[in-house]
């Protein structure tokens, strides 16, 4: 079992940056791969980045240019830094935690809002 605690969000002006975090507990931090996902108010949860756990780190080709993420094995932690901020970036942002080996569970956190608006 792995938890997973988000946070960073909060409300910013357009154009503005917020630095979300996510810590995970409960597992090997080296087995597992990390993903944020983000869901807007009536829109389907969608995939913005990921960071496996040999340091590969893919991103959404929406997403590129903007948003980095970043993982700190050592703090059991990863990062998603969000820069030029849009009104379309609002959503409930996600970290999920997938084990790299069978039997590949999957874990998420409660979700951190972030509300991007003058």
């Known amino acids: 079992q792995v938890q997973l605690v988000e946070s960073g969000g909060g409300l910013v002006q357009p154009g503005g940056s917020l630095r979300l975090s996510c810590v995970a507990s409960?597992?090997?931090?080296?087995?597992?791969?990390m993903r944020w996902y983000r869901q807007a108010p009536e829109n389907q949860r969608e995939w913005v980045a990921a960071?496996?756990?040999?340091?590969?780190?893919n991103y959404a080709d929406s997403m590129k240019g903007r948003f980095i993420m970043s993982r700190d094995n050592a703090k059991n932690t990863v990062y998603l830094q969000m820069n030029s901020l849009k009104p379309e970036d609002t959503a409930v942002y996600y970290c999920?935690?997938?084990?790299?080996?069978?039997?590949?569970?999957?874990?998420w956190g409660q979700g951190t809002q972030v509300t991007v608006s003058s």
């Open positions: 409960g597992r090997p931090f080296n087995t597992i791969a």
């Open positions: 999920r935690a997938g084990a790299e080996r069978p039997p590949y569970d999957v874990w």
């Open positions: 960071a496996l756990s040999d340091g590969t780190i």
